[in-house]
């Protein structure tokens, strides 16, 4: 469990998804990271029924990530989280009449997972109804719990194969009220996916321009 | 008129006593009678005062209470005649006898009186004494009745004691039993259980035993002591009893035997008042456990893969934890008739391990033993439950699930003890073999069993304070030791003897060099060069030489220390070239001032110099090349 820093890579000029994913295992590979399998997240949405007021109806993801294999997180965009078993997409289940689960918008991210001393990268495609849409990429820093600390680091590590594309210091890290020098959580990953995820989905409308 | 007068013939009760003894008013004789009597008559007062005196004397007394009463206490005179009262008792009898005599007489004429009967209940009379009679008899009757009742019952229950004796003490017996072993009746029988099912085994032995009565003796004979009215009969394959032994054993020269140990086999104290039938199911249970412990050993053996396989012969399983050492764990289940030949023996060495194995093996199998439980907790670890809500990531998972079996296990912990054992015994050895520098060992008293540290520290005797810079921490792991220095390096050493041994003396040599350079500081000499691997000189085959260069505080004299694993300590001294023996001519150095430079060296036998330990002698050669002031 380290500091995580999820990233969108825009794919490549006249490349598909695939390619450009391809090129950044090279990239990794030079560097000297070993493959160490798979990884998955995936987001599932769901709509708060029965809203008295005309207001657009609260969502709620869920989402599961297969480094933590047997829990599931709950989480508001921007709101709280919830970190549960796994048991939960059952209970979710059950609270069918308050809870609907919007089936259209399952996103998840699957990818290949490269680990480079104390580092892990994820790099995964975004796909959403079984079409590629963008690639994530996430870097962990296994041996540091607090942002703060290692993120000059990490951004050094992340130059180093992505480029022009490293992002900035995460909002999460900076919008919690404790400030950059507090532990992680897992929450932080996933609400680093579920805005990437949440981009992603916006993202179709707009070259799709009417489609909703 | 009647008159009740009774005759007074029986002593009078004065008193009764607590203890019942009554004391009688003592019969007054003839005499004290009439002197008694002769006091209360009073012949005086009456006319007709008789002279058959003694005659109505002899009447009186009976009639005398009665007159004395109604006449009261009014002529009470004492000092009168003595007969008075006798004289007046005499005349009133024979007004009344005159009364009478005409009352008859009247009565015979029948003209004036007649006399009529007066109806008398004849029960009144009668029945009081029968019906006290009677209720007296019916109630001993009933009291009788009872009483022979009560004997007639204590009787019989005697009877019965003495039949059902036997009966009785199976029943307590199987009481007894039955608080301490798991019993169930299945028709007429009684069957228990003796295998560790409810702990959670799944050892597909029944492990049912049946408790029998035992009949076969006669209540006439005296009673044997050890004799149990209750018997159990346990299933024929576990009879005798069974232990399982575990021993290491050598292959090759340089590793060193560990011994047998036997676990299990330990007889449980016959506790006082513990019958027979309790040893034999212990036994019997014992035969059990080794007999799945050796079944779950012997099936991970078959199917778990190790870079050398597992050899499972009969009921013996030999592995090979390290190339050249050998561990087989054999099953040793012997009947309890024929004595076993081999006289088992038992180095019975300090054994922390004996207790330590057998307490293992306890847990491991009780780990292997899924507990009951509820049927929506699921399999595994406890903590799994809070895997979800703390979200553990897989490496978490994984350190919590049970992947090795028992077997694997225990190679481990063997590994381990070898290692162990074998790494205290070189420590030992070179602590023993070399007196300059010194080797202490701290062993650390709390261990894992896959892990156990020592301190090792070199010091040289009497400078412990200034030459403490080689101190390692050794981790001795399952198959390889890490040694951790305390300037900061980290060396993973492989289990082999050589290599500890090797980096133990390679160790001692610098700590002689290290030595010498915290000496300087005290001493005031100033550290020209120190390395710690030279690179000139003979090549050492074990680690590297180091080497040092000191100077006296004036400049004048240089010390040089080389130390080697192998070569050895060699020492050169640098003297001023004034101090030279030939002392080179120069045209180019003329000046006198250069004379006073460090020029030519010559060694230092150290072995012919006095000290304990090098350090004292360097100690000494400072303390000799600095001059007093």
């Known amino acids: ?54 207001q657009p109806s609260k969502l709620l993801y869920v989402m599961h990530n297969s480094e933590t294999p047997l829990s599931s997180m709950a989480l508001f965009e921007g709101g709280p989280g919830l970190t549960a078993d796994a048991n939960f997409d059952v209970l979710m289940v059950k609270l069918k009449s308050h809870f609907q689960n919007a089936k259209g918008h399952k996103v998840e991210s699957r990818g290949t997972r490269y680990r480079y001393c104390d580092f892990l990268v994820k790099i995964g495609t975004v796909a959403m109804s079984s079409s590629a849409r963008g690639i994530s990429v996430e870097v962990e820093y296994c041996a540091c719990v607090i942002p703060g600390d290692c993120w000059n680091l990490m951004k050094e590590f992340m130059q180093s194969f992505l480029g022009s594309s ?28 579920l805005e990437l995820f949440g981009k992603v989905r916006k993202q179709q409308v707009l070259p799709g321009s009417g489609v909703r | ?177 039955r608080s301490q072993w798991k019993l169930r009746k299945v028709g007429h029988k009684i069957l228990g259980d003796l295998s560790y099912r409810s702990a959670g085994s799944l050892f597909p032995h029944h492990g049912t035993f049946e408790v029998i009565k035992n009949t076969d003796i006669d209540l006439d004979k005296k009673v044997p002591d050890d004799y149990c009215p209750l018997n159990v009969q346990i299933p024929s394959d576990l009879e005798g009893s069974a232990y399982i032994k575990v021993s290491i054993q050598k292959q090759s020269a340089d590793i060193g035997d560990l011994g047998t140990v036997s676990l299990f086999r330990r007889q449980p104290k016959a506790k006082p008042g513990s019958q027979m039938w309790h040893l034999k199911l212990e036994a019997a249970q014992n035969v059990l456990l080794c007999k799945e412990i050796f079944a779950q050993l012997s099936r991970e053996a078959v ?11 009969k009921n013996q399983i030999i592995s090979q934890p390290f190339p050249g050492l050998q561990l087989s764990i054999s099953l040793c289940h012997s009947t309890g008739e024929k004595k076993s030949q081999r006289a088992s023996p038992d ?43 703390m979200a553990y990531d897989k490496a978490e998972i994984s350190s919590l699930q049970q992947s090795e079996g028992l077997l694997e296990k225990i190679i481990k912990q063997a590994k381990h003890i070898f290692l162990r054992s074998r790494t205290a015994r070189t420590i030992d050895s070179l602590a023993s073999r070399i007196e300059d520098p010194q080797i202490q060992a701290h062993w650390s008293n709390i261990n894992s069993v896959y892990e156990s540290s020592v301190k090792v520290l070199i010091t040289s005797q009497g400078y412990e304070q200034i030459c403490k810079s080689i101190q390692l921490q050794l981790n001795i792991g399952v198959e390889q030791i890490r040694v951790v220095h305390r300037d900061g390096r980290v060396i993973t ?79 050169l001294v640098q003297f001023p070239r ?33 000290g304990r330990n090098f350090v004292y002698k360097m100690e000494l050669l400072m303390a000799a090349l600095s001059p007093c002031p």
Request: charged residues 20%; contains cysteine.
């Open chain 1, 1 to 54: 469990m380290g500091v995580t820093c999820v990233c969108q890579v825009p794919v490549a000029e006249g490349k598909s998804v695939q390619q450009t994913v391809d090129m950044l295992h090279k990239k990794l590979e030079q560097l000297g990271a070993i493959k160490q399998g798979n990884f998955w997240v995936d987001c599932e949405t769901y709509h708060a029924t029965g809203n008295a007021t005309g």
């Open chain 1, 166 to 193: 490293t992002p900035e210091l995460p909002a999460v890290f900076t919008n919690k009220a404790e400030g950059l020098y507090t532990p992680v959580d897992c929450m932080d990953t996933m609400s680093q996916y």
């Open chain 2, 1 to 177: 008129m009647a008159k009740s007068c009774f005759l007074q013939l029986i002593a009078q009760v004065q008193e009764v006593s607590l203890d019942g003894l009554e004391t009688y008013v003592p019969l007054l004789s003839m005499s004290q009678n009439l002197a008694k009597l002769a006091q209360r008559i009073d012949f005086n007062q009456s006319s007709d005062s008789d002279e058959d005196g003694p005659e109505r004397e002899s009447r009186e007394p009976w009639g005398k209470p009665e007159p004395e009463e109604d006449e009261g206490t009014v002529k009470f005179q004492p000092s009168l005649w003595p007969w008075d009262s006798v004289r007046n008792n005499l005349r009133s009898a024979l007004t009344e006898m005159c009364v009478l005599h005409d009352v008859l007489s009247v009565l015979k004429d029948k003209k004036y009186m007649a006399l009529d009967p007066v109806s008398q209940d004849p029960a009144l009379t009668k029945t009081p004494q029968v019906f006290q009679l009677i209720s007296k008899k019916k109630s001993l009757a009933t009291a009788a009745q009872l009483l022979l009742k009560g004997a007639e019952k204590l009787t019989k229950s005697l009877a019965e004691n003495q039949e059902q004796r036997r009966q009785r003490d199976f029943n307590s017996e199987l009481l007894r039993l």
């Open chain 2, 303 to 313: 199917q778990i893969k190790s870079q050398i396989p597992h050899i499972v012969v």
């Open chain 2, 347 to 389: 180095k019975s060495k300090p054994d922390d391990h004996l207790y330590v194995l057998e307490h293992n093996l306890h847990q491991l199998i009780r780990e292997v033993h899924t507990m009951p439980h509820p049927a929506s907790s699921p399999f595994g670890h406890k903590r799994l439950r809070l895997a979800g809500p």
């Open chain 2, 493 to 571: 050493l492989s289990h082999q003897e050589q290599e500890l041994q090797d980096f133990l003396l390679s160790q001692m040599s610098q700590h002689q060099v290290h030595a010498v350079q915290q000496l300087a500081k005290v001493m005031g000499w100033h550290v020209l060069s120190f390395s710690n691997h030279v690179g000139l000189g003979p090549i050492e085959s074990i680690g590297n030489a180091s080497a040092i260069t000191v100077a006296s505080p004036s400049g004048e004299h240089a010390i040089s220390v080389r130390n080697g694993p192998e070569s050895g300590c060699k020492v």
């Open chain 2, 578 to 610: 004034n101090q030279a023996k030939e002392l080179p001519k120069s045209d180019a150095v003329q000046d006198a001032r250069w004379t006073h430079l460090r020029g030519p060296y010559r060694e230092v036998h150290c072995g012919r110099m006095e």
